[in-house]
């Protein structure tokens, strides 16, 4: 089936086109509420929510943006609404503090001298750069997992967010920032262990 | 050596808002060459660049999520899509 006829026979409700609709897209929009609900019992409640609300919302689709673009868009409104619900207070998007690059000023200077293909992404070090993630805030966040993660552009991350490009790079600037600092902590930790603990003192 | 005058250097300071741009090559040539006349002489600088670039190259090698074939299945099933209706 082509995509255009794709969309059609989904629009009008027709189960093999939907059920294609779900199986091109269930990973990504898993992948991203994985990485900001912290659970997959939660992610998975996400993936749900998004789609359900998609595919009720989807005979009114006009086609003005991708479809892809509109349903991560529904993804990224359910994980928001997800975390705003469970910090009982709003989760602003368009917050400027967010924006203000200023304050990331780099703290740790650990020279990782390795090329990253000489890098082993083990178990550990993967368990690290998830946990590394899911100290960003919700708006660097979101902003990193469309942008690095999932490989979207600029232009199809802020249409997604609903934010201006120029929000997108500063808050991917950001979040790498800070994602830096902390695998550099753990390459301190872990190839010095004496030199971290005189930095920590 | 004491990394408490990074902060206080504007230059390097200037600079770290360029890491992104420049590590992605989306800089003009002039800034290019401007920061890596800079990174020649600043040895913190240096280390910023390279560790960010690791960065950036090592959640891109980071593998990605699948959903497991069960919560597929449950997935098909709340949307009413299952083979099974």
Redesign the interface.
Known sequence: MNEEHLLAQAKSGD?TA??QL?EEH??TV??VA?RMCGN?HDA?ET??ET??SA?QALPRFEGRSKLSTWLYRIASNECLMRRRRAARGPVELSVDAEDD??D????Y????S?Q?DD?L?DAE??EV??AAIQTLSPALRIVFVWR??EGLSTAETAEVLGISESAV?VR??RA??Q??EA??AYFLDRDNPIASDVAAA | MSHDSFSAKRDCQTRLELVGDYVEGSLDEATCTEIEAHLASCADCRVVVNSFTNTVELYRRLPSTQLSDRAGERLLRVLELDSNR
């Open positions: 189960p939907l059920a779900v269930k990973d898993y992948g994985l997959p998975e993936l749900q789609f359900l595919i690059p200023a990331v000023m780099p703290k200077f650990v020279d990782w390795y990253p890098l992404l070090l993967q750069m998830e690095d993660l790079k991917l600037h790498r920032l994602l830096r695998l550099s």
